[in-house]
């Protein structure tokens, strides 16, 4: 299991065990598409059993084919994440089909650039609803589920402006900073049952809807020389993050909010000094 990184000349391969995840049970919100796909992807080739989740069954259909062509054991099941019923559905149909589920990942979300006098009320809502209510039912119908008695992992695919001022994503830094908070709340409150919860604020990863959705001037502020290692990263640059922390390198690790932008949140300046060798 390889892959070519952005950087030229720099070849990723995973430095775990591919029967690290044998026999759990992976349910990846956002699966069907992007990141979520990628980290599905990224978690059955490590044994992970999958289920995957998202509104358009099209998507679910073409996504489970193409992981099962990859020899991955895959299971989709179309849900609407702003609906606790179709929630507990989802998660009903994943243990039933395999009596357990160890690992959640609430990647499912809305984004769309509008300004603050741009948007309106029902924009503002239904981001919340996807990015932070949608999250918020995933994880207590998991917990219920199965989380509650086993132990198990989730991580939430955060963002990485809600601790700044960013033009046109008032309602998705809203959103996401709720997700953080749930995030840090969660990890307390569940510790105590061998379950960890963290999150991943990715920056601008090629290849994705998210940096799609803006013009090329706006993936110059996201993307390569707008980051101390100067390129820009991959959808397996996250789903790595991910790897990491559901696995037991990342056993004493919860409550915390990880940026995977190759340096771009810490870099205030973006003065980009070259290298001096």
Not at 63 to 92: F, H, K, T, Y
Not at 176 to 200: H, M, Q, W
Request: hydrophobic share 40%.
């Amino acid at each position: 299991m390889s892959e070519e990184a952005s950087e030229p000349g720099l070849e990723k391969r995973s430095v775990f065990h591919d029967d690290i995840f044998e026999d759990r049970v992976a349910l990846i919100t956002g699966g069907g598409t992007g990141l979520g796909l990628e980290i599905a992807r990224t978690l059955g080739e490590h044994g992970a059993r999958l289920c995957i989740a998202s509104r358009k069954t099209d998507n679910l259909e073409a996504a489970c084919r193409e992981l099962e062509e990859e020899g991955l054991d895959c299971m989709w099941v179309a849900c609407d994440i702003r609906e606790p019923e179709q929630v507990e559905n989802v998660v009903s149909e994943t243990m039933n089909r395999h009596g357990r589920l160890d690992i959640v990942i609430n990647n499912a979300a809305g984004n769309f650039p509008a300004p603050v006098t741009g948007l309106s009320y029902n924009g503002f809502k239904a981001i919340v609803d996807i990015d932070l209510r949608g999250t918020y039912n995933v994880t207590k119908a998991a917990f219920e589920a199965s989380l509650k008695k086993n132990g198990g992992h989730i991580v939430n695919i955060s963002a990485p402006f809600q601790n700044q001022g960013v033009s046109l994503q008032a309602h998705v830094a809203a959103a996401k900073a709720g997700v953080d908070s749930l995030t840090r709340t969660c990890a307390v409150e569940f510790g105590p049952y061998g379950i960890r919860v963290n999150a991943i604020a990715p920056g601008g990863m090629e290849d994705t809807e998210g940096l799609a959705r803006f013009a090329d001037a706006q993936k110059e502020i996201q993307g390569g020389g707008s980051n101390p290692l100067g390129y820009i990263g991959s959808k397996r640059d996250v789903a790595n993050a991910v790897l990491f922390l559901v696995s037991d390198a990342g056993s004493y690790i919860t409550g915390q909010v990880f940026a995977v932008d190759g340096g771009a949140g810490i870099d205030m300046l973006k003065m980009n000094l070259p290298r001096v060798d």
